[in-house]
Antibody
Framework: QVQLVESGGGLVKPGGSLRLSCTAS????????MSWMRQAPGKGLEWLSH????????SYADSVKGRFTISRDNAESSLYLQMNSLRAEDTAVYYC???????WGQGILVTVSS | EIVLTQSPGTLSLSPGERATLSCRAS???????LAWYQQKPGQAPRLLIY???RRATGIPDRFSGSGSGTDFTLTISRLEPEDFAMFYC??????????FGQGTKLEIK
């Protein structure tokens, strides 16, 4: 069955960096555009970034533009989110998902704190 | 950027009642790209409706979506105990940025 598994989260200091990974299985990863979303503690969902199936088209929310970079490796069925210049307000559970929204990972917690 | 506003913020109903949740957009949304999600505490969101009215795989027919343009509605015809949760609408196309509404909490009265 379709499965998305995030990894790479954890505790990082303000100004630090972290790279999230999302490993896909159960479907042809290279056929699907993918997105990253996040949810701060007790808050709603926030869309962060989108990448087309080939990786040629990328978009970001204003809140992360210039600090976060999305990428993918279709040969490895993997999606990535490089997060730089992290701030306390980036603390959240991060989700990867197929663009259609029908499959989400379980989420990974990123905590930005000194 | 399209801003989605959901109402009410909280809806208190009893099992067996009908729930009507609203999602209003700041500008017209392509109906092919309007989705509704249900989220329970500690879980990832679950897709209920896509394309404004199409039920996702495995979603019971008591869930229905409607609307077009700037006004969309999620209706749960007869609430079951497992339906109480947070609900989010999202517009996801045809091109980014994709945005979510702030959510409606459906709680047991």
């Amino acid at each position: 069955q379709v499965q998305l598994v995030e990894s790479g989260g954890g505790l990082v200091k303000p100004g630090g960096s972290l790279r999230l990974s999302c490993t896909a299985s159960g479907f042809t990863f290279s056929d699907h555009p993918m997105s990253w979303m996040r949810q701060a503690p007790g808050k709603g969902l926030e869309w962060l970034s989108h990448i087309s199936s080939s990786g040629s088209t990328i978009s970001y929310a204003d809140s992360v533009k210039g600090r976060f970079t999305i990428s993918r490796d279709n040969a490895e069925s993997s999606l990535y989110l490089q997060m730089n210049s992290l701030r306390a307000e980036d603390t959240a559970v991060y989700y990867c998902a197929r663009r259609e929204g029908d499959s989400w990972g379980q989420g990974i917690l990123v905590t930005v704190s000194s | 950027e399209i801003v989605l506003t959901q109402s009410p913020g909280t809806l208190s109903l009893s099992p067996g009642e009908r729930a009507t949740l609203s999602c209003r957009a700041s500008q017209s949304v392509n109906s092919n790209y309007l989705a509704w999600y249900q989220q329970k505490p500690g879980q990832a969101p679950r897709l209920l409706i896509y394309g404004a009215y199409r039920r996702a795989t495995g979603i019971p027919d008591r869930f229905s979506g409607s609307g077009s343009g700037t006004d969309f509605t999620l209706t749960i015809s007869r609430l079951e105990p497992e339906d109480f949760a947070m609900f989010y609408c999202q517009q996801y196309g045809p091109s980014p940025p994709y945005t979510f509404g702030q959510g409606t909490k459906l709680e047991i009265k």
